[in-house]
């Protein structure tokens, strides 16, 4: 059968078996040996055609690509290469749809149309009458009005297919109306498509083939099907199959969160074709906080012991990914005795990131109110003896009331840039490593907490055999920031082991947490 002259059609079903349009499709092109051809048109000739209309749709024989208008531009519709595929099998048999008559289909194609002047009209159709459609069809096509992009039916939801700007605008003026429209309206088709399809209810059904069914075809360019093995529409540009690229972008799969007591760093894994992520405490888009293309979130403030739950999407210039639900503990709530776990990040304070788990002691003689931390600050695990000369061990060290740590462990990082303090007052509360560190309630310890824990210490033995295990760490030197004495000597407090002024520039501490920094 030809068909060339303009003509108006309600439902319309074109294939071999006889069958009836499918209720949803306003026109239901099926087959298993062939596709859909729609016109092929040139960059040029595509813009030459006047005042085109929302939604036409051609096959740019230039770009190879798909375009559709959507009202104010031409879209080219992104596409991504599946396979070089091309089979022997040339039916012949189908429509054609041409403005000079005697236009035989191409063999390849169950409704071919073409015109260089003119594209396919799908139906144009709002999200919510789209979605009033019942039982639609897998493969069913509309043209969403709301977003000015192509929707089709995967079997389950409704897919956007994604498109990049070409920034050239349509033409202006007229040319009569010479194609086919398919409506209930008795409506003429549009000046500038060859066949209209037209409805507020129904889409537009191409042949559906799957993989092997496809590749048995002798494809001409322009082909188009829906593939429904892989759920998607394809085409044939002359060399191979390509995909339409669609806003279907997995959920994000959540990776290994570090929890604290109060902190927990949600970490997920990138998707494919993301462009960026969005994550949130709750399950709306709409006020998720911009991720860029970050895959981990610190949050902080938490409870102690609590379960949380958070949500984060993926997306891209098509559409988002429906939310992964993250979910994580926090660590149990602290007492002294227990060991807690610090996620350190380098920045003003922590030279380097890295994750410790830090050992707690109370009840040391002279000061058993206090809870204490049995390593130094940074250091990866408690020291394995007094004379230990080990980095992992010794841990950072801190210039006297000053935020930035610095770790030595052949060099020092980072860089050492201040060679000269000349103070006598007490650290201020703004630059305590230990309270910036470790969380509220902690702190360095006092000139007299060092006091009275030290009274009796003559050697080293005191303060290694204490359950405090402090060895020697050595210190920076205050001109260049070199190591100098670790494993031989140690300076954690005023009078104790070495001179005052020496310790106000270069020392070491542990932290130390008062009953009332608790309440």
Avoid at 344 to 365: E, F, W
């Amino acid at each position: 059968l030809v068909l060339y002259s303009s003509l108006v059609y309600s439902q319309v079903a074109v294939n071999t078996s006889g069958s009836p349009p499918d209720p949803s499709a306003m026109l239901d092109v099926s087959a298993t040996n062939r596709g859909l051809l729609i016109p092929r048109i040139s960059t040029a000739d595509r813009d030459l055609i006047p005042s085109p209309a929302q939604g036409l749709l051609i096959y740019n024989t230039t770009a190879n690509l798909y375009n559709y208008y959507n009202g104010s531009f031409w879209h080219q519709l992104g596409a991504t290469f599946i396979s070089s595929s091309a089979g022997t099998l040339n039916p012949g048999g189908g429509v054609s749809i041409n403005a000079a008559p005697n236009v035989l289909p191409d063999n390849s194609a169950m409704l071919d149309i073409n015109n260089p002047t003119r594209g396919v009209l799908f139906p144009r159709i709002s999200t919510s009458s789209r979605d009033l459609i019942q039982s639609p069809a897998t493969g069913l096509i509309v043209y969403n009005t709301d977003a000015n992009q192509l929707n089709y039916y995967n079997g389950t939801h409704w897919i956007n297919v994604c498109s990049v700007s070409t920034g050239i605008p349509g033409a202006g003026g007229s040319q009569p109306a010479i194609g086919v429209a398919v409506n209930t309206g008795s409506l003429a088709p549009d000046p500038s498509a060859m066949p209209d399809v037209s409805s507020n209810e129904k889409g537009v059904l191409i042949p559906r083939l799957t993989n092997q069914q496809r590749d048995l075809i002798l494809p001409v360019t322009g082909l188009v099907i829906y593939n429904s093995t892989s759920n998607t529409i394809e085409f044939y540009n002359g060399t191979g199959w390509y995909q339409l690229i669609t806003n279907l972008l997995a959920t994000p799969v959540a990776g290994i969160h570090l929890s604290t007591a109060n902190q927990i760093i949600w970490n997920w894994n990138t998707v494919a074709g993301a462009t960026g992520y969005k994550w949130n405490t709750t399950a709306d888009y709409a006020t998720a906080t911009e991720m860029a293309a970050a895959t981990a979130k610190t949050e902080t403030g938490l409870a102690c012991g609590t379960v949380y739950t958070r949500y984060v999407w993926a997306y891209n210039a098509c559409g988002t990914s429906t939310p992964a639900a993250l979910t994580q503990t926090t660590q149990a709530c602290f007492a002294c005795g227990i060991p807690f776990t610090i996620n350190h990040l380098a920045g003003d304070i922590a030279p380097v990131s890295k994750t410790v788990t830090y050992g707690t002691v109370t009840n040391i003689p002279g000061e058993q109110s206090k809870c204490w931390i049995t390593s130094n600050l940074g250091a990866s695990h408690q020291a394995t003896a007094v004379n230990d000369a080990t980095e992992p061990s010794a841990g950072w060290y801190w210039q006297f009331n000053r935020r930035q740590g610095y770790k030595n462990a052949g060099t020092t990082e980072p860089a050492w840039t201040i060679t000269s303090i000349n103070e006598n007052l007490d650290w201020e509360s703004a630059n305590d490593p230990c309270a910036l560190e470790l969380g509220a309630g902690w702190r360095i310890p006092t000139f007299s907490e060092w006091g009275n824990v030290s009274i009796g210490w003559t050697s080293w033995n005191g303060p290694w055999d204490s359950d405090l295990k402090l060895h020697a760490a050595g210190l920076l030197v205050v001109s260049d920031g070199s190591l100098y004495w670790r494993g031989s000597n140690g300076f954690y407090r005023l009078g104790l082991l070495i001179q005052q002024q020496l310790w106000r520039y270069e020392h070491q501490q542990q932290g130390v947490r008062t009953d009332s920094a608790l309440s």
